[in-house]
Each structure stands twice: as C-alpha cells, then as structure tokens.
C-alpha cells in the first residue's frame, strides 16, 4: 500500500512508494577525535515527528544507515506536526528551524517529513534506503578544517576562509535505539524504534578561516557529542566529526 510524506501546510501532499524496513553502544569519553576521522565522515539527518504516518519507514531506514562507521546519522524531531494528537517526545523548535532553514537552500518548496539531508546538500524523503545510499555516494566530500574533539574544548584548524562566516555546531545525540510507545494521532498504538536522537543543538562560534580553540560544555551521560562546521542559513556541511 502505497504511504505518504506528511508535508507542511504550505506543501502540497505527495505520495511516494514506502518500503517498510525495520532494523533494530553506551558512550565513550575520548580527549580528542584525530581530524582525519573529519574528512571521512558523511553527515545525514533525518528531520522525523513521531505525530506523522510516513515517518516509520525512515526512521527505520536511519537506524539501518547509523550501523555505517562512515555515516554520522542524526535524528531531529521537528514540531508542526504536534497539533494531530501526539507530541512528539524529542520535538524541539529549534530543530524545526534548522529544517526551515535548509529548505530554501536545497530548492524545496517547504519542509515535510520525512526529510533526509545528506551533508547540507543534498535533500531526499526517507522512504528508500537505496535511493539515500546512492545519495551519500554522490556527495561531494567535506573540503574543509580539520576539527579535533576534546571533552572541554573543540579545536578548528586553518582552511580556505568561507565567503560568510561558518556556523561551529554541537549536537549531542543518544548513540542507542529509543523504542517509544505512542498513544495518539496518526500512529496511536504503535511503538516507534528511533536512533541518534538528537537532544541538543547549540551554535558554539564561528569559524573564518583562521585555527581557534572554543570551550565545549561536558556531554550528559548516555550522549554523543558531534560537532558540525556549515555554512550559515542551511548552507554546506564543511567539516564533522564525532565521539
């Protein structure tokens, strides 16, 4: 049976073919990540709501991709869809505004979930595992600093000055598989495995070009911390690495 994407109120409902796919750690402390790690790494987000119907299939898809040592997945709940009956658990706004600010950027019309965003550039619904694999193939490799992760600072190494000033981001993500029952809305009754749950997004700084050493907070217990150097306004992923 054919599922859905569950689009904003500003786009128009679409219908995609779903393949339903279900895949079913505890965090380490290292003083620092070597930057190599920085350059191999692909960065794909899912922007997901436990309040939308079409979403199970990519939530699923992202834990199948988060089992890759080269992909840093990342689940980012967003809130529009909260008023259908469920509040979603792990829904904050400001992971709504980061999914805004890509859409423009990536030539969507709106934001709509599922959404998957593969190193800030390339921007594919969740439903095909395959179609988001050849995605992450086809994107351009990061080409900039080096980041090297400690557990009380993030250092950034020198690279070609950006045209704007590029966002320095810490996200902090549960590395496990959160099965979450729900008891309303569109999914009432199901109980939804996600992965990478993202519980923290914080701008640290800005980077210009020029190597800098900024102070991070210490990651709470049972959390990952992955740093993200971008592009402002939903531009591109630059540089990342995680614990």
């Known amino acids: 049976m054919p599922a859905q994407t569950c689009p904003s109120p500003r786009r128009p409902r679409l219908f995609y073919a779903a393949s339903l796919m279900l895949a079913l750690a505890a965090a380490s402390a290292t003083p620092a990540v ?29 834990i199948a991709l988060s089992r890759r040592p080269d992909v840093l997945a990342l689940s980012f709940s967003v809130t529009y869809w909260d008023h259908l009956g469920w509040r979603d658990t792990f829904g904050k706004p400001e992971f709504t505004r980061r999914q805004y600010a890509y859409e423009p950027q990536l030539g969507e019309r709106g934001p709509f979930t599922p959404q998957m965003v593969v190193n800030g550039r390339i921007s594919r619904v969740g439903f095909n595992l395959a179609e988001i694999e050849r995605a992450i193939s086809a994107a351009p490799p990061f080409s900039g600093p080096d ?21 320095i981001w810490l996200v902090a993500y549960d590395p496990n598989i959160v099965e979450v029952p729900v008891r309303r ?13 993202v ?38 992923i630059l540089s990342a690495v995680t614990e």
């Open 185 to 197: 809305g569109e999914n009432s009754g199901r109980t939804l495995p996600h992965a990478r749950v």
């Open 147 to 167: 980041i090297a992760l400690g557990t009380r600072e993030v250092s950034i190494g020198r690279g070609a000055a950006p045209m704007a000033e590029a966002d």
């Open 199 to 236: 519980h923290r997004l914080e701008r640290l700084g800005g980077w210009d070009g020029t190597p800098l050493r900024i102070a991070r907070s210490e990651t709470p217990p049972g959390l990952r911390t992955a740093i993200l150097v971008q592009l402002p306004s939903g531009g591109p």
């Open 34 to 62: 070597a930057a190599p790690q920085s350059q191999r790494l692909a960065v794909v987000e899912l922007f997901t709501s436990q309040g939308c119907s079409s979403c199970p299939p990519a939530d699923a898809n992202l």
